[in-house]
């Protein structure tokens, strides 16, 4: 295994250890844990290194390569002929739109993309996700029989862009207000740590049915931003006033929203489930009070590494100018009344809606 000590490699790792496999895990040595099974052997070197790996690797002859780290075009050249087979994770940046949601027109990615939308084409179209688009061709020129996944942003212990402390860390700090854009509304397909690994390890234990093919993986609920908040607010106990605000103005809400508009980026798991039998292990609901709890116990160091990654200043002084700015300028508002008032439609049957023609119903 390339890897095996980050958030999803350490389940991985313990999967693949209760299988019965003989785990031999290549990293730099940089983040030992002791979750780690003690009868997993450690490779030091770096993965990012051609020569370093090709030497770590040297006469070394593996059934299985899970590959989660490092420069995976280079990764699978050396495993070429070493392996007899490989499972590796890359990134929904490959998807074009996903970082430039004006690739699309109108702007935004389409909700939901399956493996198969067009991927990023050319540089201008966003570096990144170009560079991604181009290792998964290089990987399945190499090794045809691989199984890759695109990952979305992980989240839980060990997690290297923790979305869920600029929420903890405003309760921890005493903050009754936090800014979403939009009602907070905006859809983001993020993993559990837990499920990403149950999907990786559902391609190792079914070879013939993921070789040669890319996965999507994800939770199966996609949660707006608003329903994360609210759920680690109920975890932890704390009222959380919600001020949205328009996206154009809500500039605190940035990091939560990781991208430069509102819009949705949703993935289509039809092809995990059905093909391998996914289904999360732990749901999205109960996984961010989960993840909320973690970082009570692990918090990340104010303007450490995780923070930094966040982009979020937790500039309160700031946050409470901007709230108080826009109540004001709501109340300043001219009142404008409507005669017969927008309606929701006549098919519409929930609150405020139309009423019931009859009092009592008959079956």
């Known amino acids: ?40 052997t450690h490779l030091h070197a770096d993965p990012y290194d051609e020569r370093s790996l090709q030497e770590a690797l040297d006469g070394r002859i593996f059934d299985l390569a899970v590959v989660m780290y490092g420069r995976l075009r280079r990764v699978a050249e050396i495993l070429r002929g070493k392996v007899g087979r490989v499972v590796s994770v890359g990134g929904v940046p490959a998807y074009l739109g996903w970082m430039n949601p004006w690739a699309h027109h109108p702007a935004g990615l389409p909700v939901p993309v399956e493996e198969g939308a067009p991927t990023v084409a050319e540089p201008a179209q966003d570096e990144k996700g170009y560079r991604i688009a181009r290792t998964e061709e290089v990987l399945f020129d190499l090794l045809p029989d691989a199984a890759h996944f695109r990952y979305p942003y992980v989240y839980g212990p060990y997690q290297l ?96 929203l990781t991208q430069p508009l509102p819009t949705h980026r949703v993935l289509d798991l039809t092809r995990l489930k059905s093909d391998l039998g996914y289904r999360d292990q732990v ?30 200043p937790f500039a309160y002084d700031a946050e409470d100018r901007l709230i108080e700015a826009w109540h004001a300028a709501r109340a300043g508002m001219a009142r404008v009344d409507f005669d017969p008032l927008p309606g929701y439609g006549l098919a519409y049957s929930g609150p405020g809606g139309r009423p019931r023609s009859n009092k009592e119903f008959v079956p």
């Not at 999803?8 to 019965?20: A, F, H, M, N, Y």
């Not at 975890?235 to 500039?251: C, K, N, Q, R, T």
């Not at 749901?283 to 995780?306: K, M």
């Open 1 to 40: 295994m390339v890897g095996g000590t980050g958030p999803t490699g350490l389940p991985i790792v313990d999967g693949l250890v209760e299988r019965g496999y003989d785990v031999t895990i290549l990293h730099r040595g940089l983040h030992e844990h002791p979750e780690t099974p003690a009868s997993v």
């Open 283 to 312: 749901p999205a609901r109960q996984a961010i009070g989960d993840t909320a709890r973690w970082l009570l116990e692990h918090r990340p160091a104010p303007g450490g590494a995780e923070e930094v990654v966040l982009a979020d």
């Open 161 to 256: 862009v923790p979305r869920e402390w600029l929420i903890v860390r405003r309760i921890l700090d005493g903050r009754g207000r936090v800014i979403v854009a939009d009602e907070g509304l905006t859809l983001h397909h993020h993993g559990y740590t837990r499920n990403l690994a149950h999907a990786l390890l559902l391609a190792v234990d079914q070879p013939e049915r993921a070789a040669g093919k890319v996965f999507n993986c994800g939770d199966e609920e996609v949660l707006s931003v608003r329903q994360v908040i609210e759920l680690i607010a109920e975890e932890l106990g704390h009222d959380l006033e919600i001020v949205s605000m328009p996206y154009e103005i809500a500039l605190p809400a940035r990091p939560l």
